[in-house]
């Protein structure tokens, strides 16, 4: 078989930064001579982008690999590589737990898979590369984009902090920050392609510039990013309480192509477990942050993250992130139950919490978010919203006569589908209902088609979704 006909298909788990990943690994196998399979068929490369941040992101890999084996054993011309952060932990055990993978790759080494692939097909033995640090930034590699109009852009790799629960930093290494020339000119090159949102990616967009020394780099970034034509939206993912400054809100309330959503991460509402988490703040000063953003952008949006059963975690503790998920009002919250991750110093703390009260407390927690989802996003009926039309879910729902989008303030709309808008435009809509996940809407009319570019683009994306990578959370 000629590696021109080869196939590919790349399995994404976890993060926003894993599926940017992702994307270059589909990119740097475009560029070696692979294809895309095409969605149903069996693929010749199957190449999981691995997550370790929480324990089932483990049996999913395993539980694969293995549905893999009998299939592979059928076609002994298809190849498996592991890569993500699982693989930058594991690494040899992958071998030992499933023999018949072809590559284990890292975190900082994504542009080897393609030579590592060869080599393995040629020496017929399986190829491990691991490197413990970042030689060059991956935003230089080859890319295949997830959406014709919006994009990831990294600022930083890896995290300087040390949160006991997490195990980033072991696998993604210190931060390392790119250059704000850089970053603007592959914002700038995107813009030229028809992108017209960019989400910045960083472990830690608020400690951006500690390596070269200024701490007001992000805050000039998203200014400097509101001077690009042509882009309409800017997001950034993820902040961090503890180095979360005023120049930044300044940035977000006047720079406006700069996003009013605000995505920070709180992991608990109990002071004591924020200490024993390592998360460097406490509830006042993160109270302080949404106060001083609101006074700032009104109309923002906040969402969050919660952990729920951190170790040691008392009903109290417990009770103590109710009242600050009450106070704080957020839009949404992504809750996870704490799972211990070896390698962690959380997962060698005493006072780990009975699973089953874990479980009470995040249906809790859920039940109890979901109130305040539902009464936050019923303040939005009859007010008009910008909504991104978005390729996956943007298409039109014959049945349903109506589309849907993503609103300025990051939440999904569903809008009647009585205009001529498509994918990557954007539409004025009027909120008519609201649930707890979503909001219904009237279409008023299509504020901004992405002209030209847009109606070419209009063919592309049907393309690029074949056998590009699919995320599993
Ligand atoms: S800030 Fe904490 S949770 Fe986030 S990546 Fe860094 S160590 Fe992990």
């Known amino acids: 078989m000629s590696l021109m006909t080869r196939t590919y298909l790349v399995e994404t788990y976890g993060c926003q930064m894993n599926v940017h990943d992702s994307e270059r690994i589909a990119g740097l196998l475009d560029e070696a001579g692979y294809i895309p399979v095409i969605e149903g068929n069996q693929a010749d490369i199957v190449v999981f982008n691995t997550c370790a941040v929480r324990e089932n992101a483990d049996n999913k890999l395993y539980g694969n690999l293995s549905f893999l084996a009998p299939i592979k054993k059928k076609n002994p011309g298809m190849q498996i590589a592991v890569g993500g952060c699982l693989a930058q932990k594991d690494r040899s055990i992958i071998l030992k737990k499933a023999p018949y993978v072809d590559v284990v790759f890292g975190t900082h080494n994504v542009g080897s898979l393609p030579v590592l692939l060869e080599r393995a097909r040629i020496e017929e033995e399986a190829q491990i590369e691991i490197l413990e640090s970042l030689e060059h930034f991956p935003s230089t590699l080859p890319a295949r984009r997830f959406s014709a109009f919006t994009s990831w ?159 040691g975690e008392t009903e109290e503790d417990f009770q103590a992130t109710l009242d600050l998920t009450t106070k704080a009002q957020f839009a949404a919250a992504y809750t996870y139950k704490y799972s211990i ?86 539409v004025d809509v009027k909120i008519t209902e609201a649930s707890a996940h979503y909001l219904l809407a009237d279409a008023i009319s299509v504020a901004r088609t992405r002209g030209g570019d847009a109606h070419q683009a209009r063919t592309a994306p049907a393309s690029t979704t074949l056998g590009m990578p699919k995320v599993r959370a």
């Open 153 to 311: 852009v990294s600022i930083s790799v890896g995290c300087n902090n040390t949160c006991t629960f997490c195990i980033v930093p072991t696998l993604r290494g210190v931060e390392k920050d790119r250059q704000p020339a850089d970053i603007l000119t592959e914002m700038r090159a995107l813009v030229e392609q028809g992108v017209i949102e960019i989400t910045l990616l960083g472990q830690n967009v608020n400690a951006y510039g500690v390596e070269f020394g200024d701490r007001g780099a992000f805050a000039n970034l998203l200014r400097e990013a509101g001077k690009i034509d042509g882009l309409e939206r800017v997001r950034f993912m993820s902040p961090h309480p503890r180095d979360f400054t005023d120049d930044v809100i300044e940035a977000m309330a006047q720079t406006p192509n700069v996003m009013p959503h605000l995505h920070m991460p709180l992991q608990s509402g109990s002071d004591s477990i924020l200490q024993s988490m390592r998360r460097s703040y406490r509830t006042d000063k993160y109270l302080g942050i949404l106060e001083r953003v609101r006074a700032a952008m009104p109309e923002a949006m906040i969402t969050t993250d919660i952990i729920v059963g951190f170790p």
């Open 341 to 426: 991750r070896p390698g962690t110093p959380a997962g060698e703390m005493p006072n780990q919490v009975d699973h089953n009260i874990v479980g009470e407390r995040y249906t809790r927690l859920h039940e109890h978010q979901q109130k305040i989802s539902l009464a936050v996003n019923q303040s939005a009926i009859g007010s008009v919203h910008r909504a991104l039309v978005s390729e996956v879910e943007g298409r039109r729902d014959e049945a349903q006569a109506r589309m849907t989008g993503k609103t300025e303030d990051f939440r999904l709309v569903h809008f009647s589908a009585d205009t001529d808008a498509r994918p990557g435009d954007i």
